[in-house]
């Protein structure tokens, strides 16, 4: 079991989710259908991929049973994750059987880790395609119609698909996510993702500032900024602005005389904390998040732009993963316990407001009853808002696999991560009471799950708030809640 406790960035509700577009202005008569598994960089591929797709006259079908191209974007991150991805291709194949025209495409982390191998292993698939190998897509739909199968699953250095602004109809009209980044370097023993993503590289700034500053004129009114390791992004490029703006000039680095970069002569090198800084000047009215952070990369800087900003939400995903130093170092996660609670405690410092999350995993390769007491009492010492906890998952060619035995008894993983999701509960439900009878403002996204009579919206701190409608209000606007009481999950009160 893989407990989730509520967050945007990894969203169990919309796991399998059909992406739909508004018709688009040539159709080529063809039908797309197109579903994401896994963390929102996932679902935002999806969108660059359907926005690529678009401009070729595919138009999206919600029901894979009318499509010509069907598209299941995956996940590799867990082995559950996987055998979903299986269950699902075995029910496309009654449709191909009725079409065989179909096009059956895998894309995503589970096309790259597999490779041609998916071609072998089930035989409805058609194409394969890796995350940074989108662009390709129309000649590869061209390969199979020529009665071919077709892979590329090539990894890039650069390809951060900047250019391309991704269609984003399924949302709300108020939340956005943004990649700013793609791959990671960190090799963390357990994961996948250095494998299936590739190298890390950081997007053009300018290209992140133009669409946030886009979406916000279109009314979006929260971006949460993508990366595997936000903490490490940094771009460098000619200065931002023949008049730049002095957030930019105190990022201009002048060149060393002589130096010819094509007659630039000055480079601006962006870090996250001037990232952040850029995107919330955008509108004060533009809400700023981000996911993930990595401990042994968050700076005070990133702390006290935070911190300076009132848009840039008091709310950091801070992954743990363990609370034992020498678990942490087999994990290859390069900090030590007491280095994680050092950031704790910058972050208790500076932003004293701010909501903690984190990600942990149980039962690791050789981890002790007492090791797993470390992570115990880090829960303790943190008190954190939300959690997701998982069950170590060996995932093949990672360095845990090569080097240390999953050792750890199925049970054994069990019952230590139903003692760390019962202690879980535990603090959410204090970090939600410590609320009541506090204002909180909220920025409204729509009427709540359960009645059109409530709205919900998301606190500061990201805590799901749900209140009485109010007339004078409507989705995309700030109300002030006061909060009157609580669940573990959503806080609930009427606008003051
Ligand atoms: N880049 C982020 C970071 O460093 O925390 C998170 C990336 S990963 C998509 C999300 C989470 O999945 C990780 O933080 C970790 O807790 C979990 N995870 C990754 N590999 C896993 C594995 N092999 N078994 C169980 N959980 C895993
Ligand atoms: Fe995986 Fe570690 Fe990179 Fe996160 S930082 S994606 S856990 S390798």
């Not at 990600?359 to 797993?372: N, R, S, Y």
């Not at 709540?448 to 989705?475: H, L, T, W």
Request: net charge negative.
């Amino acid at each position: 079991m893989d407990l989730l406790i509520q967050d945007k960035v990894h969203d169990e509700s919309r796991q399998g989710e059909a992406l739909i577009l508004e018709p688009v202005v040539k159709s080529n008569g063809r039908k797309l259908y197109i579903e994401s598994y896994g963390c929102a960089m996932n679902f935002s591929d999806s969108e660059i991929v359907a926005s690529i797709l678009a401009e070729q006259g595919f138009e999206t079908t919600s029901d894979f049973n009318n499509a010509d191209v069907v598209f299941i974007n995956t996940c590799s991150i867990r082995e559950n994750a996987e055998v979903r991805v299986r269950n699902r291709l075995k029910e496309f194949a009654g449709a191909k059987f009725k079409n065989p025209g179909m096009v059956v495409g895998v894309l995503g982390c589970m096309a790259e880790r597999l490779k041609a191998k998916f071609l072998e292993e089930e035989k409805l698939v058609d194409v394969v395609v890796g995350p940074d190998a989108y662009r390709d897509l129309p000649n590869l739909i061209e390969q199979v119609d020529g009665g071919q199968r077709a892979v590329n699953v090539l990894l890039s250095r650069e390809e951060t698909y900047a250019d391309i602004s991704p269609v984003r109809l399924n949302s709300n009209g108020i939340n956005a996510f943004v990649s700013i980044m793609r791959g990671c370097d960190n090799m963390c023993s357990f994961c996948v993702v250095p494998f299936t993503r590739g190298r890390e590289r950081s997007r053009d700034a300018q290209s992140i500032v133009a669409e946030c500053t886009d979406l916000f004129n279109k009314g979006y009114r929260e971006v949460t900024l993508l990366g595997q390791n936000v903490d490490s992004y940094k771009w460098s490029g000619p200065s931002l602005s023949p008049n730049p703006s002095p957030v930019e000039r105190g990022l201009v680095e002048v060149l060393p005389t002589g130096e010819n970069l094509g007659g630039v002569t000055e480079i601006t090198t962006v870090n996250f904390a001037n990232l952040l800084e850029m995107v919330a000047l955008i509108s004060p009215d533009l809400r700023v998040r981000f996911s993930t952070s990595h401990p042994k990369d968050i700076t005070d800087e990133v702390l006290y732009t935070i911190a300076q900003y009132d848009n840039i939400c008091n709310y950091i995903h801070l992954p743990v993963q363990s609370g034992n130093t020498r678990v942490l170092d087999i994990m290859n996660r390069t900090y030590t316990r007491e280095w994680y609670i050092n950031r704790i405690d910058a972050i208790r410092r500076i932003i004293p407001e701010c909501a903690i999350s984190t990600d942990v995993i149980t039962g690791f390769c050789t981890e002790t009853d007492e090791e797993h007491k470390d992570t115990v009492s880090m829960m303790d010492y943190v008190k954190y808002d939300f959690a997701y906890m998982f069950k170590y998952s060996e995932r093949p060619g990672t360095l845990a696999a090569k080097r240390y035995a999953d050792d750890i008894p199925e049970a054994v993983k069990q019952s230590r991560l139903q003692e760390i999701v019962a202690k879980q509960q535990q603090y959410s439900l204090y970090r939600m009471q410590a609320r009541i009878g506090r204002v909180e403002k909220v920025l409204i996204e729509g009427f709540s799950k359960k009645s059109n009579n409530d709205y919900c919206g998301r606190s500061d701190q990201n805590a799901m708030v749900i209140f009485p409608v109010n007339e004078k209000y409507k989705p995309g606007e700030y109300v002030n809640v006061v909060v009157e009481r609580t669940t573990s999950a959503t806080l609930i009160g009427r606008i003051v």
